[in-house]
C-alpha cells in the first residue's frame, strides 16, 4: 500500500511574506495523517517556509538543484545548500525546466543523483508534449525519459508524470490516458528496480489537477497523489486536494 503524496509546486509565486502567510494558514487546516504533504515555494522563500514549518509533518522542498556541490554556476544553487536550510525534498526535470531553460534527461538525472547523495528525496517529472502524444510518441518519449533513472535509489524517488498539453491549460489527462501512462511508469521502474520495488514507488499526476477532478484522477490504480500547480496556491483548493487523497486512501470515493 503506497502513502498517497500531495505536492504543490508554487512555481514563480509567493515570496517570503506570502508563503509565511500562506503555510499559517495550512497548518490551522485539519489533515489527515495517511497523507504525505510537500510544499514547494521558490527559493528565496525557502529559509522562510523552513521556519514556518518547523515542527509540522508538511515537507518542504525545492523546484530545482544544481549537480554540483559549488562552483561558478551563476543562479544555482547546490543539494547541501538546500539541506542546510531545512528542505527535505527537490523537483527535478520539470517541463517548464525542459522546455525553457534546456534541461535534458541527462542533466536532470545529473541533479537527481546529487541530490540524493545529500539525502534529499527526489520528484522526478517526465511527460510528453502534444506534439508528441499526436504523433502516437508518448510511449517512447516516457522509456527515453525514464531510461537512466537505474542510477537512483529507489527508496527516496517519487515520479511524476506530467503530460505537458495538461500543464496549467485547464485540460487534463483522461482517466484512461493516466492510468495507462502511470501503469507504463511503474513496469519501468520493475524493469530498473525489479517488482517489488516499483510497486511501492509513489507516481504522481500532475496537469490542471483541482479539487473538481480528483474523483477522476486520485482513484487510479497507479496513480499515488499529485503534483500540483496553480490549485495548489489556495490554501482552500490545495486542502480540499488533500482531503480527496485521504478519502481515497479510505477507500472512499471523494
Ligand atoms: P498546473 O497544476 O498549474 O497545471 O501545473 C502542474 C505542474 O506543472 C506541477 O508541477
Known amino acids: 500500500m503506497r502513502t498517497p503524496l500531495i505536492a504543490g509546486n508554487w512555481k514563480m509565486h509567493y515570496g517570503a511574506a506570502e508563503t509565511a502567510a500562506f503555510l499559517e494558514e495550512l497548518l490551522t487546516e485539519e489533515r489527515d495523517p495517511g497523507v504525505d504533504v510537500v510544499v514547494c515555494p521558490p527559493a528565496v522563500a525557502l529559509p522562510m517556509a ?16 544544481h549537480w ?12 547541501l545548500m538546500l539541506k542546510e536550510i531545512g ?44 506534439d508528441e502524444r499526436d504523433a502516437g510518441e508518448t510511449f517512447a518519449v516516457l522509456e527515453r525519459q525514464v531510461a537512466d533513472l537505474g542510477a537512483l535509489d529507489p527508496g527516496h524517488l517519487v515520479l511524476a508524470y506530467e503530460p505537458v498539453w495538461a500543464i496549467g491549460t485547464g485540460r487534463t489527462a483522461t482517466p484512461q ?15 530498473l528496480f525489479g517488482g517489488e520495488t516499483s510497486e511501492s514507488l509513489r ?4 496537469g490542471s489537477l483541482k479539487p473538481a477532478n480528483t474523483g477522476e484522477l486520485l482513484p487510479l490504480a497507479d496513480v499515488d497523489g499529485g503534483l500540483i500547480g496553480g490549485a495548489s496556491l489556495d490554501v482552500r483548493s490545495f486542502s480540499a486536494i488533500i ?6 486512501a479510505a477507500g472512499e470515493t471523494p
Not at 490516458?177 to 524493469?191: G, I, T, V
Open 68 to 79: 554540483e556541490e559549488s562552483g561558478a554556476f551563476t543562479g544555482e544553487v547546490s543539494a
Open 203 to 206: 507516481i504522481l499526476y500532475g
Open 243 to 248: 482531503r480527496a487523497a485521504a478519502d481515497c
Open 177 to 191: 490516458q493516466a492510468q495507462e501512462a502511470h501503469a507504463f511508469l511503474r513496469l519501468r521502474m520493475s524493469a
Open 87 to 130: 528542505v527535505q525534498w527537490v523537483i527535478v526535470g520539470h517541463s517548464e525546466r525542459r522546455t525553457i531553460f534546456g534541461e535534458t534527461d541527462e542533466t536532470a538525472l545529473a541533479r537527481a543523483r546529487a541530490a540524493q547523495a545529500a539525502n534529499l528525496e527526489v520528484i522526478f517529472c517526465v511527460g510528453e508534449t502534444l
Open 50 to 65: 523552513a521556519m514556518v514549518l518547523t515542527g509540522s509533518d508538511i515537507g518542504l522542498g525545492a523546484q530545482n538543484v
